[in-house]
């Protein structure tokens, strides 16, 4: 039967196979695959185990298309932060927890009532001293964790216009890629790390700064309040759907191989550019085609073991249908899309209220359906409707002064001298 042995997965549960794989060939240990899928080592076992017994289907989540038995914790959870909001708006957790078991005969963790004040923005964590910082260990393997963050700086010396480097610094072994872009957002993060998966394949995961182009400033919409999840930039949002972890580092030394990477860049690559005569974000992404792979062999590290934890692109996938801007827009009756203050003609019937507006890094539209590309056009003019009123155009008159020998001028004189006014 024709399509009997396909087998369906999400991004994570590939994610899974492709180290459950690694280590039944027995190239990671069980503490590393621990690591990397978040499990006890006893889970990595069984999982294994699974695989091993059923196949590549091992790895597949037991619960899928069952109900969900967060059901009862989500209604449970609006009827606490009404309650919280009514009853309790000035209370601590620990004492709020409390009036709700002894009063309204509400059970849960103090933890619990913790985390769903802070998501809802009722509550803050109190501010404990400065830390002290240690230094952390570089991670095992190539492509384990990349660290990305964007420079901005006087990169061609007045030559040309100020740029911004977006970097990628391996942990294991600080080899570097980067790319000269005009500013730093959405756009030059997906394309740049386009650029870094063509090259190596997809890191396991990524560690960025704070900037609203990596993490979302947006409040969470009703949806995602019930269903507990947080409002996600389009760049997190590509990430999670190519399986990469975004860790969000919450200050500038969390990512040291990055911002020393910057420090030693602003001194000997802009050197190396300007005795180049360097003078352009082109010019400079040419020169680091050919820089990079030198910096790398001379200043990189061996990383702690040998496998390369990189995952190539899926098979028949393209990169650019994820690396891409994704909105939702509603698709009026006449079978017209308005994006960006541009109104778009669809050409195919399809029976939906909403589509999907794709926005490219190199500048193009798609418009999709169930992921299926929409003929469509551009409508450059609007045509008038009946009962529109066409506004007038009103032309400057010159001003007409009459002749000396006009009838008006010979009236109005004789009219004077008979006295008349």
């Known amino acids: 039967m024709p399509g009997k042995d396909i087998i369906t997965m999400s991004v994570e549960e590939l994610k899974r196979l492709n180290i459950i794989h690694k280590l039944q060939e027995k190239k990671i240990s069980q503490q590393k695959a621990s690591e990397l899928l978040e499990l006890c080592v006893r889970q990595v076992r069984r999982v294994l185990n699974r695989v091993i017994e059923e196949g590549d289907t091992g790895v597949i989540h037991k619960s899928r298309g069952k109900e969900s038995n967060r059901k009862l914790l989500d209604s449970l959870k609006r009827r606490v932060l009404i309650l919280y909001k009514n009853k309790y708006p000035d209370f601590g957790p620990t004492l709020a927890n409390e009036k709700l078991e002894e009063i309204d005969g509400i059970k849960i963790s103090t933890q619990t009532l913790r985390n769903w ?27 384990e964790m990349l660290q990305m963050d964007g420079s901005h700086h006087d990169w061609f010396e007045g030559r040309g216009p100020e740029s911004v480097l977006m970097a990628y610094v391996d942990d294991a072994t600080s080899n570097v890629y980067g790319k000269f872009y005009d500013y730093e957002g959405t756009f030059p993060a997906m394309d740049s790390f386009k650029g870094y998966a063509k090259q190596y394949g997809i890191a396991q995961s990524l560690y960025v700064d704070m900037h609203s182009t990596y993490k979302s400033t947006a409040k969470p919409t009703i949806e995602e309040e019930l269903s507990n999840n947080k409002p996600m930039s389009q760049f997190e949002r590509s990430m999670k759907e190519l399986g990469v972890k975004v860790i969000h580092a919450l200050s500038p030394q969390a990512k040291g191989r990055a911002e020393r990477v910057f420090r030693t860049f602003q001194d000997r690559v802009i050197k190396e550019m300007r005795l180049k005569g360097i003078s352009s974000k082109d010019e400079g992404n040419e020169f680091l085609k050919e820089y990079l792979p030198e910096y790398n062999k001379k200043f990189g590290f061996k990383p702690m073991k040998e496998e390369n ?26 079978y017209t899309v308005a994006h960006n203050k541009k109104l778009y003609q669809i050409l195919d019937k399809v029976t939906t209220k909403h589509v999907i507006v794709e926005e490219r890094v190199d500048g193009s539209i798609l418009i999709k359906h169930n992921g299926k590309n929409l003929k469509s056009f551009e409508i450059t003019t609007r045509p008038v409707k009946k009962n529109q009123k066409i506004p007038c155009v009103y032309k400057s008159r010159q001003k007409y002064v009459p002749p000396k020998d006009h009838p008006w001028r010979k009236y109005s004189t004789s009219t004077q001298q008979r006295g008349h006014f």
Request: with cysteine; charged share 50%.
């Open 117 to 143: 004040l802070i998501g809802e923005g009722l509550w803050e964590k109190t501010r404990k001293g400065k830390k002290h910082r240690r230094w952390r260990e570089r991670k095992e393997y190539f492509g």
């Open 309 to 334: 934890l990189h995952r190539p692109v899926e098979e028949g996938k393209d990169i650019e249908d994820i690396l891409c801007i994704k909105t939702k827009r509603a698709l009026a009756k006449d």
